[in-house]
DNA sequence: CGAAAAATTCTTGCATACAAGAATTCACGC
DNA sequence: GCGTGAATTCTTGTATGCAAGAATTTTTCG
């Protein structure tokens, strides 16, 4: 228990307790639980499949168990929780079924996303698009994948928010989601870097040229061909346990 | 402060207290919160742009602030309502753009669904199907709306559940409340209940030929038929405040 | 009388207390 | 020794308490 030798108890004490943060602004614990909860599934922190002890996740992220339990209800509609009554939520399983599931829904938005954004595309619009292009490029060279992650992730965003349509634009946040999940669950990316960068030299080529149909089946098929991959690999990976 | 007379419109449409239930379980408040909220919403009972006081809600459902401030983040995640820092919630402003935003997602996603169910359709499902056709028109020619209402939206159900994806489902059901709130609020029905019903059948039609590209076509476009009009009457709706 | 500021009240955001159900442990009997 | 059941503990579901920020009223001064 309590040494002797231990010089400052209480000081000891109040280094545990989570302190307030004293510049702290009311109101923005639950958006910032959120996020923080959010990050440890989908980067796969929490794995599939795990428990959520509330009172301990209380602890860990320092705050009570009202935002807690109020970021695992949000996180529950997203579809990365499961909820069972009366017993700890669940990370959500990530089985392969939802994932080839995801294809089709996730490559069809992409693709009205792109037909959309091509018949809007302003100079501003598509130097911007060519600037995150760019950039993911030079993540490629500097093997940088969370950058590159990034960057992606950012590439596609623009397309969708381009299109206009804020409907469209919330649908897709939330297919992201699953699908960054998916992503982080399998080493895949390496090997699609090169790919990937060339069908985003396509899109732009096409959003460019404001050619809503093209634009509309490249980002189809590249949505397409990757979650293909993904699967490919999911599959390839539970077939030998353990990566060698 | 109370005076006897209270006016709040919500008072009315929940006459019926829902007392604490001594046979209760545990674990269904969130869930009934939620159901009787959103009921609220959609139909139009808590008008856009209202208000929400959780301490009145409270009273009117008949629970503490706990199941009410959930249900609340859950409808603002579904985009039914409105968050603002450290005010009240309100209920989401139901805007015209919105609508024509719902028109190009709704349509690609039901049309996504057409293909794929179309793809899969066996001898029951399209009986399923039919049953639900004809249930829809026996509500028309006895000029019930809203089991009219009911079977056009099971109709529709069936055939996303029947596309066999469970993402695709997922996005639909998110999108069909803000559709149907669009619809409650838009007298536009009785009018295009004749054509809805043709549009239907064409529908049925391709299902069961299990032709994937006419179903997918004839279901956006009756999609798109049936909010653009829904668009027109709200636009009309503005046009003249108030309807003669 | 009008406007700005101070005080009061009201409402939300977060924390915590309490109760019901589930999980675990322990005891007892076979 | 082991299975079954009672008792304890643990965990979630719900209610409530308290503080920070917003709204409203009152007060004060021009």
């Known amino acids: 228990m309590d040494s002797p ?16 943060e004293p510049g702290r602004r009311k109101g923005a614990l639950h958006g910032s639980t959120v996020a923080k909860l959010r990050n440890l599934i989908v980067t796969g922190a929490l794995a599939p ?3 959520l002890n509330e009172r301990e996740l209380c602890l860990q992220l320092g ?7 109020e970021a695992i209800k949000t996180l529950t509609q997203d579809g990365l929780l499961r909820a069972l009554p009366n017993k700890s939520s669940i990370v959500a399983e990530l089985d392969v079924g ?8 996730v490559s069809t938005i992409e ?3 792109g037909e959309l954004a091509a018949a809007r595309v302003s100079d501003e619009a598509v130097a911007e698009i060519g600037m995150l292009h760019y950039r993911m490029l030079l993540h490629h060279t500097r093997d940088e994948l969370p950058g590159y992650f990034e960057a992606n992730k950012a590439f596609h965003r623009r397309i969708v928010e381009l299109a206009g349509n804020p409907v ?6 939330l297919l992201a989601l ?3 999940r998916a992503r982080y669950s399998s080493n895949l990316w ?12 396509q899109i732009l080529a096409a959003l460019t040229a404001g050619d809503a149909a093209l634009a509309s089946q490249r980002l189809s098929e590249h949505v397409r061909n990757g979650l293909s991959g993904l699967v490919a690999a999911l599959k390839d990976k539970a077939a030998k346990p353990d990566g060698a």
Chains 1, 2 share one sequence.
């Open 111 to 113: 693709g009205l996303a």
């Open 63 to 69: 705050v009570s168990r009202t935002p807690v339990r």
């Open 49 to 51: 499949g795990a428990k």
């Open 168 to 173: 469209l634009l919330w649908v897709w946040e």
């Open 5 to 20: 030798a231990d010089t400052t108890p209480l000081a000891a004490f109040l280094a545990q307790v989570p302190q307030p």
């Open 178 to 180: 699953r699908v960054d």
């Open 98 to 105: 939802e994932i080839e599931a995801l294809i089709d829904v």
């Open 190 to 201: 390496p090997k699609r870097w090169k790919m990937a960068i060339q069908e985003h030299e």
